[in-house]
């Protein structure tokens, strides 16, 4: 099984709001852009940032955390389902030997094999269980990383004022957005030094 990654999250956070009606019921008309040689003049909107999810869920240590105490918690039940298969193996080769030999009566094969059928029904359940469980799991840890970096962001934005801040993701919707706009390393500065903040507290 491979080491369990974190989906791409794309993240809208709305900070501020326009009232689109009131807006036009208060302009008498639509006036068209001003053009400039020609050409559409465009001002920028400083009030729409982006974070690059791939780096920020690459290095933001709360995610690295969860993915490590998840990934021993599959290696820790993969263990335990190969040595009970390994049991499993062991006890369809000593049925074998003692029908090939004539070491048990009829009645008591007929006990055994049941009993290996039974047994390897129970890990074939068990091998689905774990899995299931794995998956649980991740899906809880996506959420919660999900939902720090949404709370984070808005702590980040009280004294930025930006009316959105997007997800930018390989591939995603943004095909080009300007480097100036992008705030990834001091949101991930800001939110790894809270969370090792809070993690030491913790300790």
Same mark, same amino acid.
């Given at each position: 099984?491979?080491?369990?990654?974190?989906?791409s999250?794309?993240?809208?956070?709305?900070?501020?709001?326009?009232?689109?009606?009131?807006?036009?019921?208060?302009?008498?008309?639509?006036?068209?852009?001003?053009?400039?040689? $020609?050409?559409?003049?465009?001002?920028?909107?400083?009030?729409?940032?982006?974070?690059?999810?791939?780096?920020?869920?690459?290095?933001?240590?709360?995610?690295t955390?969860?993915?490590?105490?998840?990934?021993?918690?599959?290696?820790?039940?993969?263990?335990?389902?190969?040595?009970?298969?390994?049991?499993?193996?062991?006890?369809?080769?000593?049925?074998?030997?003692?029908?090939?030999? $004539?070491?048990?009566?009829?009645?008591?094969?007929?006990?055994?094999?049941?009993?290996?059928?039974?047994?390897?029904?129970?890990l074939?359940?068990?091998?689905?269980?774990?899995?299931?469980?794995?998956?649980?799991?991740?899906?809880?840890?996506?959420?919660?990383?999900?939902?720090?970096?949404?709370?984070?962001?808005?702590?980040?934005?009280?004294?930025?004022?930006?009316k959105?801040?997007?997800?930018?993701?390989?591939? $995603?919707?943004?095909?080009?957005?300007?480097?100036?706009?992008?705030?990834?390393?001091?949101?991930?500065? $800001?939110?790894?030094?809270?969370?090792?903040?809070?993690?030491?507290?913790?300790?």
């Open positions: 099984m491979k080491r369990l990654t974190l989906l999250i794309v993240i809208a956070v709305i900070c501020l709001s326009c009232n689109r009606r009131q807006a036009e019921t208060e302009s008498p008309a639509v006036q068209p852009p001003e053009r400039e040689n $020609g050409l559409i003049a465009h001002v920028a909107d400083e009030s729409i940032v982006y974070v690059n999810i791939d780096t920020l869920m690459r290095h933001y240590q709360m995610a955390d969860l993915t490590d105490e998840l990934s021993e918690k599959m290696k820790k039940l993969d263990a335990e389902l190969n040595n009970k298969q390994r049991k499993f193996q062991q006890n369809v080769a000593d049925f074998q030997n003692k029908a090939n030999k $004539g070491l048990e009566t009829r009645a008591k094969l007929t006990e055994m094999q049941q009993q290996l059928a039974s047994d390897e029904q129970s074939m359940q068990l091998s689905e269980q774990y899995r299931l469980e794995l998956s649980e799991d991740q899906s809880v840890m996506q959420r919660q990383v999900l939902q720090a970096i949404m709370d984070y962001l808005k702590e980040y934005n009280s004294s930025k004022g930006y959105y801040i997007l997800a930018n993701t390989f591939p $995603g919707n943004i095909l080009y957005a300007a480097p100036e706009l992008d705030i990834t390393s001091s949101v991930l500065e $800001g939110i790894n030094a809270k969370y090792r903040s809070e993690h030491a507290a913790k300790k």
